[in-house]
């Protein structure tokens, strides 16, 4: 299975925009998938998750209200609506898929087992 993100670019401060994450193979193995995100020089962290057989969702405390993780079942894809984008959101962002059994409530980046290679996403203020 490969994870391959797209929609990243150059925005201002306040604009939106949406990344998608779209898993190729014979397969689909995946209880939840997840975007992270990595700001340089600060460690991977956790932005957002979504159950992949109910729709669920969880996310950060510093996204809740502005973005929205989605999923389109059928084209095996996940999204991410970023919102009001601020400065700090600048970051290459991450697609990451967890298999059964890995954690479903736990968020850490070690829970999941599949990365897509990024896309950077940069605020300008």
């Known amino acids: 299975v490969q994870l391959a993100e797209s929609g990243g670019g150059l925005v201002q401060a306040g604009d939106s925009l949406r990344l998608s994450c779209a898993a190729s193979g014979r397969t689909f193995p995946f209880s939840n998938m997840g975007w992270f995100r990595q700001a340089p020089g600060k460690e991977r962290e956790f932005v957002a998750d979504?159950?992949?057989?109910?729709?669920?969702?969880f996310y950060a405390d510093s996204v809740k209200g502005r973005f929205i993780i989605s999923r389109d079942y059928a084209k095996r894809t996940v999204y991410l609506d970023m919102n009001t984008l601020k400065p700090e959101d600048a970051a290459v962002y991450y697609c990451?898929?967890?298999?059964?059994?890995?954690?479903?409530?736990?968020?850490?980046?070690?829970?999941?087992?599949?990365w897509g290679q990024g896309t950077e996403v940069t605020v300008s203020s």
């Open positions: 990451a898929g967890k298999v059964p059994g890995a954690g479903r409530t736990n968020y850490q980046a070690a829970t999941y087992s599949y």
């Open positions: 979504i159950s992949w057989s109910g729709g669920s969702a």
